[in-house]
Every structure is written in C-alpha cells, then in structure tokens.
C-alpha cells in the first residue's frame, strides 16, 4: 500500500495528493514500539498506512487500527489528551498530520482537511451510538429493543408539560440564532449565513414532542429559546428524565445521520423556537466540500463530544449497579476519541 493509497487520498489530483503529503510526517514503527502514551497531549492524527496498532487502557488491549485507519481523528478538532495507550503490534507505517497542519488545510478547503472532517463526524455518531447502546442494554438488563412508548406514557407527558402543538413563531433571526450557539463560536458570518439557509425556524407549545422514542428520525434541531426534556418510556407509562436541553444545543442528529429509530423522546418543556434541519438539507452540510460545510461539521462534532461525555458520566453511574462496568470502561474510553 503505497503513501497515496491510504483512503482518505482517494480522488484527488496529483496536485492535491502532494499538498496534503507536505504537510504529514512520515514514520514507521517496529513491533513493540509506543506511538503515544494514555495522558500525553492529543495534537496529531495517525493515517495508517500499513501493519496494526493495539490500542491499550490501564493494560488491556480494548482494540487494533489496521493498514487504512485512521487513529485521534478528534484531536484535530479540540484541547486534550490521549485517552490510551497505542503500541505497534507489527512492523507500522503510519502519516501523522498535526492540529497546524489540518487548519492550514482546511482554511484552503483542501480535499484532505474535508475528508478529515466527514471521516471524524461519522466515527463519533458510530461512538456515541455504541455508548448509548451499551447504556440501554445495562439499564434493561438486556440487549435493548427501541420501541414506541405506551399510550399511557404520552399521557404522563402531558399531564407534565401539557398536550404540545404548534406556537406562533416570532420574528428570528437565524444567522444572529446560530452565532449565539456556543457550538458556532467564532464561525465567519458568511459562514453562518449559508448554514442558516440551510434551516427552516419553527415554534412548539409545551408538550409537543419533536422526537419520538422509536421513531424515524427526519430532523435534527437547535433550539433557540426554551428548553427541551429528553425522556425514555419505563416500564409502559413510567418517565425517565435523562437531560434538559437549552438554547444553542443540537439535538437529533444521531437517528437522521444514521438513518434509526430515536432512542429517546424530547419533548417541549415550555414554548420553544428551533431552527430544523431536514435529512436533504443535513447530508447537502454534512457531505459538502464548502466553508459552511465544514463549519457545520465542526459544530457538530463539538456536540457530539458533548452528548459522548454526558452519555459515558450516565454510564458511569452503572459502576455502583453492576460489575460489567469494570469491562465496559476502557471501551467507553477509547470510543470517545483515542484523541
């Protein structure tokens, strides 16, 4: 497998191929040899060109990257530290491209840098995915069956928050609505302004629900103003209360992206304006090779990182519940970024 033969160069031109080559430090590793060590800063991304790297937490090897992978993808995108250990497992081929290197990239929309990014937003779904996954099946004592709630669990919501529907929809701004979102700190206006076209404002009553656990999902959201439940079915009619989302959090985005029923409902805790984004208007952002693609795709990985942390603080409230805990933590921990 030559240099240019690692996934991620297919496609481009010979011009491209020895930009995105220029700015990557080729290495090579022999069996045995530490790549970093659990703790050390997160700077760099490991392209993998060839042999398996065994990927360690406090010891135990919780996974392999094989000829072809791509290993501390998050690092590119936010501060942190190596959350394993990553030792050569055979002979290694590996091209390392730094923080720096991926910005210079990306501010000339480099095919690399957007390959990159596509690459780091679908490793953390599958991520938060596994995790959420993981959290039901301990919760249930089984493996999870995502299913529409009880009639009488809708009942028990609106006799909550109230009965939902729509709610007259004040004047918004949604470029000024993006750019009060933490998630778009510091994004360019013009950026913003062609993600906003992207979205359609909307208003609900209290009570409505904008997810429905087992549902398809067809939207992700932004909320504005309001706050939003997130909320399981238990046991038929019971509610379990998981989060209250507020202003500038995302939220939807794992059923859309991958296509699956909602694992949660999230419901109106009050009136609430958002700002909706349809699977066609979610893949043209998600997959496009433009500066408002690539500043969505950054925004969302922030709130990937974030659902991934409040996900593994949830699970790790099993650890006084069941003894699988023991097992499932280093998993948990290389999942959130290897960064």
Known sequence: ????????????????????????????????DVLFLEGAPAEAVLLIVEGTLGIDVDGVEVGTAEGGGVLGEMALFQQGTRTADVVAKSRTRVLVLTRTGYEELRDTMHPMAMNLERHALYAQI???????????????GTVAEIRPPATGFFTAIARLFGIGGGADLPAIDRTAALAQSQLFGGVPPQALEAIAKHTTARAFSAGHFLCTEGQPGEEMFLIVSGQIEVVVAVEGSRVQRLATL???????????AQDQPR????????????????????????EGPYLDSSTFRRAML???????????DQL?????????????????EAAGAVA
């Open 1 to 32: 497998m030559s240099t240019a033969r690692h996934p991620l160069f297919l496609g481009m031109n010979d011009v491209d191929e020895a930009t995105a080559l220029r700015r990557c430090e080729e290495r090579v590793f022999e069996a045995g």
């Open 126 to 140: 599958e991520n938060l995915r596994r995790v959420s996954d993981r959290i039901a099946d301990l919760a249930e």
């Open 246 to 256: 507020r202003s500038g959090t995302a939220f939807g985005l794992l059923a859309l």
């Open 263 to 286: 694992m949660a409902s999230c419901i109106a805790r009050s009136k609430v304006v958002v700002l909706a984004l349809d699977r066609a208007n979610y893949a043209a952002l998600a």
């Open 302 to 312: 922030r709130a990937l990182s974030q659902q991934l942390a409040v996900a593994n």
């Open 316 to 332: 790790a409230g099993f650890e006084h519940m069941t003894g699988e805990f023991a097992e499932l933590k280093p998993l948990l």
